[in-house]
């Protein structure tokens, strides 16, 4: 079995920065350095939408509403992708998932976190 635990999430004012932490455990261990993770974020009232991907080699692509302020990285040997924001705006205030995938292998099975809460304001 899977778990993805996100962390890190909180309430932040304008222009502050929070890095968000996903965590994998269990039977992905040896597969996990070859998984692509992204990140989605979800905020009231809207769809869920693409925030930063990360590919298996350290490839990255970032939505236009957070390039140049959000960057995303991995470590393979703690299992864990982080997503630092900075200047942070009111409306990246969304529950942020981590998304755990293999593009281009469509019967590879893929893991979503729980979710976590970042509220910007002041």
């Known amino acids: 079995q899977v778990q993805l635990v996100e962390s890190g999430g909180g309430l932040v004012q304008p222009g502050g920065s929070l890095r968000l932490s996903c965590a994998a455990s269990?039977?992905?261990?040896?597969?996990?350095?070859?998984?692509?993770m992204t990140w989605y974020r979800q905020a009231p009232g809207k769809q869920r939408e693409l925030a930063a991907t990360?590919?298996?080699?350290?490839?990255?692509n970032y939505a236009d509403s957070v390039k140049g302020r959000f960057t995303i990285s991995r470590d393979n040997l703690k299992m864990t992708v982080y997503l630092q924001m900075n200047s942070l705006k009111p409306e990246d205030t969304a529950v942020y998932y981590c998304?755990?995938?293999?593009?281009?292998?469509?019967?590879?099975?893929?893991?979503w976190g729980q979710g976590t809460q970042v509220t910007v304001s002041s």
């Open positions: 998304h755990l995938h293999r593009p281009g292998y469509p019967g590879a099975p893929d893991y």
């Open positions: 269990g039977s992905i261990r040896s597969l996990f350095s070859i998984y692509a």
């Open positions: 990360i590919t298996s080699v350290g490839s990255t």
